[in-house]
Structures are given as C-alpha cells and as structure tokens.
C-alpha cells in the first residue's frame, strides 16, 4: 500500500453507450465535485493508456480508486498494465445490485434516478477515500 499523500485517484472508465459506464463517470463526478473535493483527483482513463507523463505521476504517486462500467474493468486493466497497484476496485453495477430501487437509465446523460444512485454511491465511497488518504476519522 502507498504512503497516503492526503489525495485519491478516482480513475472510472470510459464506457461509452453503456448505461453503468455513464454511472461510473457520475460517481467519480460526484466525488471530485461534492463528496471530498479536496481530496479526489480525477484524470482520463485514455492518458493513462496512452502513457501521459502527467497521469502516470498521478496514478504512481497516490492510491487509486477504478470504477468500471462492466466487467471488461477497462480502468483498473489499464491501470494495472502501467505497472500501478489499484488500491480498491469496484463495479458501477455493484451500486445498483445493492440498491435496487434506484435503476439507472440513459448513456449519454443519467436520468434522475441514475444521478441518485451515483450520489449515493459517491457518499458510500467517501470512508475509503478518507482511508486511502490517510484522513479516516476526520
Ligand atoms: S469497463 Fe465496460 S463500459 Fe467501461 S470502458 Fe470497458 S467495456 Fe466500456
């Protein structure tokens, strides 16, 4: 496990014309912008891969959170072949399957239910992030 910087990578992947790949991207969102902004960092998932200078410091300097749109887990791959250790990897799906009631629908834009559900998988990610940060209990 990394030295926590007080920061978190939260890498979701690029799933395009999937409705869990448009999940993946909200929660991510919804992290950096909501739940712990000063603590999340986000980057492109295609900057990574292609071997960014900037985006590979990123993802080898601080944990790294993936959030797949399916079980390709195209983040966490991606991720793992540039040699970097993914500290938690999860599936937007997974979200879902826990809450049922919220199903989530559209590709390019979330419907309402779908940007209720990344909300409230954002909040239930915010205790791992502050672990991976080294901020638990603040
Ligand atoms: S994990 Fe699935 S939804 Fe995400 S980019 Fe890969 S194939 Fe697309």
Same mark, same amino acid.
């Given at each position: 496990?990394?030295?926590?910087?007080? +920061?978190?990578?939260?890498?979701?992947?690029?799933?395009?014309?999937?409705?869990?790949?448009?999940?993946?991207?909200?929660?991510?969102?919804?992290?950096?912008?909501?739940?712990?902004?000063?603590?999340?960092?986000?980057?492109?998932?295609?900057?990574?891969?292609?071997?960014? /200078?900037?985006?590979?410091?990123?993802?080898? /300097?601080?944990?790294?959170?993936?959030?797949?749109?399916?079980?390709?887990?195209?983040? &966490?791959?991606?991720? @793992?072949?540039?040699?970097? @250790?993914?500290?938690?990897?999860?599936?937007?799906?997974?979200?879902?399957?826990? &809450? +049922?009631?919220?199903?989530?629908?559209?590709?390019? @834009?979330?419907? @309402?239910?779908?940007?209720?559900?990344?909300?409230?998988?954002?909040? /239930?990610?915010?205790?791992?992030?502050?672990?991976?940060?080294?901020?638990?209990?603040?």
């Amino acid at each position: 496990m990394k030295t926590p910087t007080g +920061k978190v990578v939260v890498l979701p992947c690029s799933g395009i014309g999937k409705v869990y790949g448009a999940l993946a991207r909200e929660i991510a969102y919804e992290l950096a912008e909501r739940v712990r902004p000063d603590v999340v960092l986000l980057t492109c998932l295609p900057l990574v891969v292609v071997g960014d /200078e900037q985006a590979k410091q990123l993802v080898t /300097e601080n944990p790294v959170i993936t959030i797949d749109g399916c079980p390709m887990n195209c983040a &966490h791959k991606s991720v @793992e072949l540039q040699g970097v @250790e993914v500290a938690l990897s999860r599936q937007a799906i997974s979200f879902y399957v826990a &809450h +049922k009631d919220l199903k989530p629908d559209g590709v390019a @834009e979330l419907d @309402e239910t779908g940007r209720k559900l990344a909300a409230l998988a954002a909040d /239930e990610l915010a205790l791992a992030v502050d672990t991976l940060a080294g901020k638990e209990g603040i």
